[in-house]
Structure formats: C-alpha cells, structure tokens
Nanobody
Framework: QLQLVESEGGLVQPGGSLRLSCATSGFNLDYYLIGWFRQAPGKEREGVSCISSKGDATNYAASVKGRFTMAKDTANNMVYLQMNNLKPEDTAVYYC????????????????????RGQGTQVTVAS
C-alpha cells in the first residue's frame, strides 16, 4: 500500500529555515514522480517542487526558487524539502505527493494533481 508521511512542521521566524521530510513506502521512489505542494488558508493549492523519474530533473515554482531545495534518498525511501529564508507568505500546510508514472521531466505546478499525498504538515512563518 502506497503511503506518504510528512514530518512535523513548525513555527519559524521570517528569514529562518526548516527542513521537512516525507517517509515513503509501497512504491519505488526511484521511478515515480515525487513532489511537494502547499495550501494556505483561503487559497488554492500551489505546487512547490518536484523530482522527475530517476531523479533526472528537479524543478521549483518561481515563488520558492533559490530558497527551497528538494532532494530524495532512494536508499531510505525519504524525500526532503529544505526551506531557507522563509517568508510569511510561505505559511501553509505542506504536502508530499507522488504520481505513480514515469516521466523524464516534471512541472512543479502539477504536483497538486498527483494521485497520492500525505496528511500534510503545518508550516507557519511569523515573528
């Protein structure tokens, strides 16, 4: 059974950093599309980042590019999102998601449409 479990988020001051992790199981992390998306209160879901099949490409939404870094550890079935220079507008519930198909490229804007996601974790950026 495919499962995704995000780590606990937290409260961070503006300019601070936070790393989210996602424990995966039930599928081959090396082959499928994996990504993060977020949803702020009263707003639509927003794609954040993605890694293509086999890890050939990692892409980011314009709003986080240069501040966030996504990585995957296929040996341990883990996915990470390192978030630096956090801003209040990054406040949202963050979800790890997987699309069980094989693609050599990925579009971070499509991550909210992936077939499976975790339960989500709250990230709040405030002073």
């Amino acid at each position: 059974q495919l499962q995704l479990v995000e780590s606990e988020g937290g409260l961070v001051q503006p300019g601070g950093s936070l790393r989210l992790s996602c424990a995966t199981s039930g599928f081959n992390l090396d082959y499928y599309l994996i990504g993060w998306f977020r949803q702020a209160p009263g707003k639509e879901r927003e794609g954040v980042s993605c890694i293509s099949s086999k890890g050939d490409a990692t892409n980011y939404a314009a709003s986080v590019k240069g501040r966030f870094t996504m990585a995957k550890d296929t040996a341990n079935n883990m996915v990470y999102l390192q978030m630096n220079n956090l801003k209040p507008e990054d406040t949202a519930v963050y979800y790890c998601a997987v699309d069980p198909t094989v693609h050599v490229m990925c579009d971070p804007n499509l991550t909210p449409e992936y077939d499976y996601r975790g339960q989500g974790t709250q990230v709040t950026v405030a002073s």
